[in-house]
């Protein structure tokens, strides 16, 4: 019972304290960072809209897999299983969750109309932990990045240096 409750208490600690959790859904190639909240004894995640995160293997009823990483190390602190349910739309538990993710969403385009535009366009989950949690894993866990449409910079062209070394003389 008390290691029930320390594991309990550890995964809520670290789910409050970091604005990033990285989520492996049933069926999904890797885990994928995804920023949440942490509400009622629950991960709160909004996602699958345009513009927002994907939730790719994340189901209603489903289960997935969930890992929180120190927000001043970076380093895993805990990885525990999760049911997934979906909030519906409008019910009481979806506003309250909707209030607390809204003030947690960065750089949203629509301000005020987000939680209009979550509920036509969007899935609000809750990510309710089943157990204990799971022990930290050995050696490396390195995996390859998630295919994605962002790039990189590309090689600096051969004259741009001399063209800057130029304006700079001028001045």
Do not use: Y
Request: charged share 25%; glycine share 10%.
């Amino acid at each position: 019972m008390t290691s029930e409750l320390l594991d309990r208490a550890l995964i809520e600690e670290a789910a409050k304290k970091s604005g990033l959790i990285w989520v492996r859904g049933a069926g999904a190639p890797a885990a994928r960072a995804l920023w949440h909240v942490w509400h009622e004894g629950a991960v709160c995640v909004v996602g699958d809209g345009p513009g927002e995160q994907p939730l790719e293997g994340l189901a209603d009823g489903g289960s997935a897999e969930v890992s929180v990483r120190s927000k001043d190390k970076g380093g895993r602190l805990v990885t525990f299983a999760v049911t997934v349910s979906r909030l519906p739309s409008g019910s009481p538990e979806w506003e309250a969750a909707v209030a607390e993710l809204k003030g947690k969403r960065l750089n949203a385009p629509d301000g005020e109309e987000m939680p209009a535009r979550w509920a036509r366009e969007c899935r609000v989950l809750r990510l309710v932990p089943t157990g204990s949690v799971a022990p930290l894993p050995s050696g490396d866990l390195a995996e390859r990045p998630v295919p994605t449409p962002a790039t990189t910079r590309g090689p600096v062209p051969a004259h741009l240096p001399k063209l800057l070394l130029k304006r700079r003389r001028r001045k």
